[in-house]
């Protein structure tokens, strides 16, 4: 199995921050990762896919780059609605692994 | 737009089956390039695939428990459904159907049902 890693566990940033999260592949997975966002109580959200391809409706304060093993998600201005927790996913092979998350918390 | 809505009981016996049901509106399940997919997230923790079925029947499972799921589809009813046998304690989480968009076998999940917890409590 791919092994997901995220770093870091949790972050406290205030509004109008840039935020960045890191997520490692243990082996290469070219451009095949998706990142998502989850709050409290409810499903996990796509917001990028193929590491940097900004899924519909998603705000362009968030943006993905890296290929390979090494991966970034950023968000460039933290937003009251952004905070949440966020997982990496890979997908380039079966089965389908996620990073453990990282929690965006209010400073 | 198409949307996920899971079913099934919400406490579950151990050593007894889990059985939910997916059933997807606004679109069909029949629609090419879609893995129809299970994954799970036990609480305050991160999120562990179970498992996809495609329209023509074809599965694939997480090696971790292959020997106990089986992911069946209902085209007619526009559905797809996860069994998951000999359950324990370990098996308490919140249970996703999700679809997984797929280019040349890769993908990633969108949309995702509002997932339902199941406890495995005697």
């Known amino acids: 199995d791919i092994q997901m890693t995220q770093s870091p566990s949790s972050v406290s940033a205030s509004v109008g921050d840039r935020v960045t999260i890191t997520c490692r592949a243990s082996?290469?997975?070219?451009?095949?990762l998706a990142w998502y966002q989850q709050k409290p109580g409810t499903a996990p959200k796509l917001l990028i896919y193929?590491?940097?391809s900004l899924q519909s409706g998603v705000p362009s304060r968030f943006s993905g780059s890296g290929s390979g093993t090494d991966f970034t998600l950023t968000i460039s201005s933290l937003q009251p609605e952004d905070f949440a927790t966020y997982f990496c996913?890979?997908?380039?092979?079966?089965?389908?692994?996620f990073g453990q998350g990282t929690k965006v918390e209010i400073k | 737009q198409v949307q996920l809505q899971e079913s099934g009981p919400g406490l579950v016996k151990p050593s007894q089956t889990l059985s939910l049901t997916c059933t997807v509106s606004?679109?069909?399940?029949?629609?090419?390039?879609?893995?129809w997919s299970w994954i799970r997230q036990h609480p305050g923790k991160g999120l562990e695939w179970i498992g996809y079925?495609?329209?023509?029947?074809?599965?694939y499972y997480n090696p971790s428990l292959k020997s106990r799921v089986t992911i069946s589809v209902d085209t007619s009813k526009n559905q797809f459904s996860l069994k998951l046998s000999s359950v324990t304690a370990a098996d308490t989480a919140v249970y996703y159907c999700a679809r997984e968009v797929v280019i040349a076998a890769n993908g990633w999940f969108d949309p995702w049902g509002q997932g339902t917890l199941v406890t495995v409590s005697s």
């Open positions: 079925i495609y329209y023509s029947g074809s599965t």
């Open positions: 996913q890979q997908a380039n092979s079966f089965p389908r692994t």
């Open positions: 606004g679109g069909s399940i029949s629609s090419g390039g879609y893995y």
């Open positions: 082996q290469g997975i070219k451009t095949w």
């Open positions: 193929a590491a940097s």
